[in-house]
């Protein structure tokens, strides 16, 4: 047989004699192979190119340097055991000879068989001796296979990206590779104990991880986990381990061996996945949810903006209704003021006439009678200048409560008794800010629009109540007085009560109404700073609100009326007036009362004679004026002449601010009784 990594032939060595030559042919014979060496060197080398044995006689190395030989047998392969058969002679077996002994120390797997031999036993011995070369080189596949195997198991745990582990049982001692300990945040060659990776576990993960290991250890079935790690960095990763139970043969669990993974990319992709999925479900159920509500919202928003409108259409008609109103106002407080100017001039004269003319009773009746028209057409202006806010107004604290039960019995007489009168009037209210006759004259003319819608009879409530204003755009923040005549009449249709306080519109039937009541009521609520609150439906009768600020301080307590001293000396009085008419009329009454007077034209007219140093005993003027009022003349006199007393005569109450409490005052028209008792009260 040829050498080889796995020959068995025999290679001998007996350089004397023939015990060679009777080896070798007795190998052969037996059906072995054989090759004859004629020295150690020739041996050695026929041994490293292949061999299954060496025959050797002993007295062939007995004396040779064996080193190269024992070098080569200490090198073996852990797999191999070379045989060599020792040929000594008869006497010279270990028992014997302590050469042999030596000999079989050196070579290591040694059989002796003492010369001269049987040829059975030394092919016996070789038999043996190629049984087992061949048993070892069987163990060598076994081996390499393993080896191999290993190989390849390691590239696929390479590729794989696996880490290989081995818990034993039940110590608990663990064996990782480095793959693995780089899992658990450790470098190659670095300790890694159990209780260490134990530790590692997160805190949340260990009891699910420890029930998982006890239950695997209990059954023996499969270990399968993932669960995260905390470095020593503190950083988190994710692992997946997966182990299976290695038994005794008594069946016993020896240990866990299985094979680790770093899934911390996959967690993350996982965990983030699951994240957006959940935010698809939420904004699909969120969208869902709006699809369903979509319409109801729709319409929601839709009937919003429709309020929204709504409440703007209404304000701009509010807006609108106000500068109607405004406009209105002006231009019927400048009609009044003119008004007044001609019933000045009428009144004066008739007054003048009425004295002078014969006694004839039928004359007296008509002068009395135009004098009346007058007086009417003057009420009728007051209501005019009520409405345009312009009315000369004393407004002083009032208690409601007196004011009202002081008016029951005239009330009463005018509403007549197919109407009721009832009052809800609480005790301790606070004063009101007005003008007294002016709010007589306005709760008289709500009481008559009351009646006058209860045809067939009724009741009619008067309630005063406190009240707070803070969001209403119509009134300041404060305290006010409600005062509300609420009827049982037959109401108003809503166009109607848009127009209600137009001055001259009237619900009644014609000649029954002036249509100025509302209008002045409403002129006078706001001139005082309130407001008028109408509110009524058809047939459910209606409610007038008078707001009336509250007084700050006090009632005035009435004193008794101070008698007028007649004056009987003549005066000279500086009368100021831009009207002709007026100027006339007015300077015949002064003159028929004994006065002198002295006519001015305008207000630097009037400077002019103050200035002359002419003997004045009082000025009388009118306020409206062109160039200069008649307030700006009097603060101007009063430069010149400080002492001269001042009566204003107007019937227009738009006058600067605080200007009306430091001058007496004269409503025009007046009669020449009244004009008498003013001045007497001045010259007195």
């Given at each position: ?502 001055p001259f519109f009237s619900s009644k039937p014609l000649g029954k109404g002036t249509g100025l009541g509302l209008s002045m009521v409403h002129g006078l609520a706001v001139q005082l700073g309130g407001a008028l609150q109408l509110s009524s439906a ?147």
């Amino acid at each position: 047989m040829r050498p080889g990594a796995s020959s068995e032939r025999a290679v001998i060595l007996a350089p004397t004699g023939r015990d060679a030559a009777v080896a070798a042919a007795l190998i052969r014979e037996a059906g072995y192979f054989a090759n004859v060496c004629t020295d150690l060197a020739g041996m050695m080398h026929e041994v490293e190119g292949g061999a299954g044995l060496a025959v050797i006689a002993d007295e062939a190395i007995k004396t040779a340097d064996l080193r190269g030989l024992m070098r080569w047998l200490t090198d073996q392969p852990s797999w191999s055991d070379f045989p060599i058969v020792l040929l000594t002679h008869q006497g010279g077996g270990p028992e014997r000879n302590p050469d042999a002994v030596r000999l079989g120390q050196v070579l290591g797997n040694v059989t002796f068989i003492e010369r001269p031999f049987h040829p059975t036993t030394l092919v016996s011995v070789v038999g043996s001796a190629v049984r087992g070369r061949r048993r070892q080189y069987q163990t060598r596949a076994i081996l390499e296979d393993l080896t191999e195997s290993e190989s390849l198991l390691q590239t696929a745990l390479s590729a794989g990206h696996l880490g290989a582990l081995e818990l034993h049982l039940p110590e608990l001692e663990l064996e990782a590779s480095d793959t693995c300990k780089r899992f658990f945040g450790r470098k190659p060659g670095e300790p890694f104990s159990y209780q260490e990776l134990q530790a590692s576990v997160h805190p949340d993960d260990r009891p699910r991880r420890s029930e998982v290991l006890e239950r695997t250890i209990k059954t023996g079935g499969d270990y399968s986990i993932e669960y995260r790690n905390i470095w020593p960095d503190g950083s988190q990763h994710w692992v997946d381990v997966r182990a299976r139970a290695v038994r005794r043969p008594d069946g016993s669990i020896k240990s866990l061996v299985g094979v680790s993974s770093d899934i911390t990319a996959r967690k993350v992709a996982e965990i983030e996945r699951e994240n957006l999925l959940a935010q698809l479900a939420a904004e699909r159920t969120a969208l869902a949810n709006l699809t369903a509500t979509l319409e109801q919202r729709v319409e929601q928003r839709t009937a919003d903006l429709m309020k929204e409108v709504a409440a703007r259409e209404k304000a701009q008609e509010q807006l609108r209704q106000a500068q109607k109103m405004e406009t209105i106002g002006q231009l019927t407080g400048g009609v009044a003021h003119d008004f007044n100017n001609l019933l000045m001039a009428v009144m004066g004269n008739l007054d003048l006439l009425r004295k002078r003319i014969p006694d004839d009773p039928r004359l007296h009746r008509l002068i009395d009678g135009a004098l009346q028209g007058a007086e009417r057409g003057a009420s009728l202006t007051q209501r005019l200048l009520a409405f345009a806010r312009q009315q000369d107004l004393r407004a002083v604290p009032v208690d409601l409560r007196g004011l009202i039960q002081g008016m029951i019995d005239l009330l009463e007489r005018s509403l007549g008794p197919r109407v009721a009168l009832r009052l809800d009037l609480p005790e301790a209210l606070p004063p009101a800010r007005v003008d007294a006759n002016q709010l007589e004259l306005a709760i008289l003319n709500l009481a008559i629009n009351a009646r006058d819608a209860m045809p067939d009879g009724g009741s009619i409530d008067i309630r005063v109540a406190e009240c707070q204003a803070s969001s209403d755009p119509a009134l300041q923040s404060g305290r006010y007085l409600k005062l509300s005549v609420v009827d049982t009449g037959k109401g108003m249709t809503p166009e109607i009560l848009k127009r209600a306080v137009e001055p001259f519109f009237s619900s009644k039937p014609l000649g029954k109404g002036t249509g100025l009541g509302l209008s002045m009521v409403h002129g006078l609520a706001v001139q005082l700073g309130g407001a008028l609150q109408l509110s009524s439906a058809v047939a459910q009768g209606t409610t007038a609100t008078l707001i009336l600020p509250v007084a700050t301080s006090a009632p005035e307590v009435d004193s008794p009326a101070q008698k007028s001293h007649k004056v009987n000396r003549s005066a000279v009085i500086l009368f100021v007036d831009d009207d002709p008419l007026i100027a006339l009329s007015t300077t015949e009454m002064l003159e028929d009362l004994g006065h002198h007077v002295i006519g001015a034209s305008s207000g630097l007219h009037a400077l002019d004679i103050i200035r002359s140093g002419r003997p004045i005993d009082l000025m009388m003027t009118d306020h409206v004026m062109p160039g200069m009022t008649g307030i700006e003349l009097a603060a101007a006199s009063r430069e010149l002449r400080p002492s001269l007393p001042i009566l204003l005569a107007t019937g227009y109450a738009e006058l600067p601010e605080g200007a009306q409490l430091d001058l007496p005052r004269l409503a025009k028209p007046y009669h020449q009784d009244q004009l008498r008792d003013r001045l007497d009260q001045l010259l007195g």
